[in-house]
């Protein structure tokens, strides 16, 4: 299936996953995680490339390279690397404020499922509103082009596979805050 342009900076993978993969994914990261923020687990799994391919973790490593490469296609960059990988649980009454996720960053986001209400994810500065499916995969880079929240969660919980990938060229170029040094 290809890759759909929501914008020149927000592409989504339709059904990349399959409902067995999703339901794989979930069992591999294990038990919830810690809630570090009110509404969120984080379940951290494997944090380096060398992990997913060694231990057995292929589908988790194929998506790496895959998601790798589109990120450096799409927006021709080259030199990102895994910055990392986790499974983020949001329950009801959960929401994430807008935010950017770093100048020097990519971020894509598989949905596990979609059995749940409420929970968008909201691109202000384009006025995109996305509700994805089980198995959907959206990429985008993380910076000033893409302040995003995700609206409350009504109901379920709101299951998702994050990657981060970093330029390591801009990360040297930005602080923290996201200004330059």
């Not at 890759?3 to 409902?19: D, G, H, Q, R, V």
């Not at 294990?30 to 490339?49: A, C, I, K, N, R």
């Not at 299951?159 to 801009?170: A, G, P, Q, V, Y």
């Amino acid at each position: 299936m290809p890759i759909e342009s929501l914008t020149n900076t927000i592409k989504i993978y339709k059904k990349y996953f399959t409902e067995d993969d999703c339901k794989y994914i979930m069992d591999t990261f294990g038990e919830p995680g810690e809630e570090t923020v009110p509404f969120l687990e984080f379940h951290w799994g494997e944090q380096s490339v060398d992990a997913l391919k060694y231990k057995k973790k292929e589908i988790l490593y194929e998506f790496y390279k895959f998601f790798k490469a589109q990120i450096e296609e799409h927006f021709r960059t080259d030199g990102i690397e895994l910055e990392r990988m986790f499974l983020q649980t949001m329950k009801p009454g959960g929401q994430l404020s807008e935010h950017l996720d770093g100048e020097h960053r990519f971020a894509v986001l598989a949905y596990m499922n979609s059995d749940y209400t409420g929970g968008e994810l909201y691109f202000s500065k384009d006025n995109v509103s996305i509700v994805p499916d089980k198995g959907d995969v959206l990429f985008f880079h993380g910076g000033s082009k893409n302040p995003h929240s995700v609206k409350t969660l009504v109901s379920g919980n709101r299951t998702s596979l994050i990657m981060f990938f970093t330029n390591k060229d801009e990360k040297e170029k930005y602080s923290i805050a996201g200004e330059k040094l």
